[in-house]
């Protein structure tokens, strides 16, 4: 039996944002998604779009994270947002959720968990809408 990442259904439609093109290129496989690999491109891409969930990794160039996602939700963006942080401080983790996080997760982590948090977050948007 082969083992293969799971998928998310390709309806969904994520954004990536992550500057470890690495990272990025594996998360975006499992979640058959968008890919950015820097903050202002990310915070263009999510303002002109519609996405069901985005992917964000806090430390990136051009734009941190945690302000991308303040811009995303001063101008009343509501998707639903996933941080990704290597540093897993919880002052940042607090900070991402007061900033409108929806969900929170540590680098390293397990694509299964990715994916599974992901799936939640879309089900919850979906579900609010
Ligand atoms: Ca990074």
Do not use: W
């Not at 990536?16 to 975006?28: L, N, P, Q, S, Y």
Request: with cysteine; proline share 4%.
């Amino acid at each position: 039996m082969t083992r293969t990442a799971p998928r998310l259904a390709d309806a969904m439609k994520i954004l990536v944002v992550e500057d470890e093109v690495k990272a990025a290129e594996f998360v975006r496989k499992a979640l058959t998604s968008g890919v950015c690999h820097r903050g202002d491109e990310a915070l263009a891409q999510a303002l002109e779009n519609s996405y069901d969930a985005i992917v964000l990794d806090i430390m990136l160039p051009g734009r941190d994270g945690l302000s991308v996602l303040r811009v995303l939700r001063e101008r009343g963006n509501q998707t639903p947002v996933l941080l990704l942080s290597a540093r897993s401080h919880l002052n940042e983790r607090v900070e991402g959720l007061n900033a409108g996080a929806d969900d929170y997760l540590p680098k390293p982590f397990a694509l299964e968990e990715l994916t599974a948090r992901v799936k939640a977050l879309c089900r919850r948007g979906c579900e609010s809408r």
